[in-house]
């Protein structure tokens, strides 16, 4: 089984090399701070869209937008849905590692988990903004750097 993943990583690898659009998109997403090749070959091959797409629409096309659960005088939890839950789950372990490793992200999660926010709130955050920022950097067609102190 094992080799049939490698195999396969191998082929999406080289199809990405071999187009020159491709492979720089590539680039710049695994330029992001907690972002790596798998996932980065997941957005490149699930959301080619990102990178024409406003704040927005990019969170929304990944399925990280807050949908409010509202009527009248009731008012519920919100909860993230729709999108695209492979980008949604591909997502996940990088957020953990920007978290961590990604000083602006890792700033923003500290911030939210000091607010009261349960982590998984906090983590669903910290996606969200690795999505935007991968679809602006994509939008500039520039490589990340990280935010100087």
Do not use: C
């Not at 957005?43 to 409010?68: C, F, H, R, W, Y």
């Not at 000083?103 to 690795?130: C, D, E, N, S």
Request: net charge positive; no cysteine; aromatic share 4%.
């Amino acid at each position: 089984m094992a080799r049939h993943i490698d195999a396969l990583d191998a082929e999406i690898a080289g199809l990405i090399t071999a187009d020159e659009k491709l492979a720089r998109r590539h680039d710049i997403l695994t330029s992001i701070a907690g972002l790596g090749t798998l996932t980065a070959n997941q957005i490149i091959a699930t959301m080619p869209e990102l990178g024409s797409l406003d704040n927005k629409q990019a969170a929304s096309l990944a399925g990280l937008a807050p949908v409010a659960r509202q009527s009248g005088q009731w008012k519920g939890k919100s909860l993230i849905r729709g999108g695209r839950a492979n980008v949604r789950q591909a997502l996940y372990m990088p957020a953990l590692v920007a978290a961590r490793f990604n000083p602006h992200l890792k700033a923003k999660y500290q911030q939210l988990l000091g607010a009261g926010k349960p982590a998984k709130i906090a983590i669903t955050a910290v996606m969200r903004k690795l999505v935007v920022t991968a679809n602006a950097q994509l939008k500039a067609d520039r490589l990340w750097t990280p935010a100087r102190a």
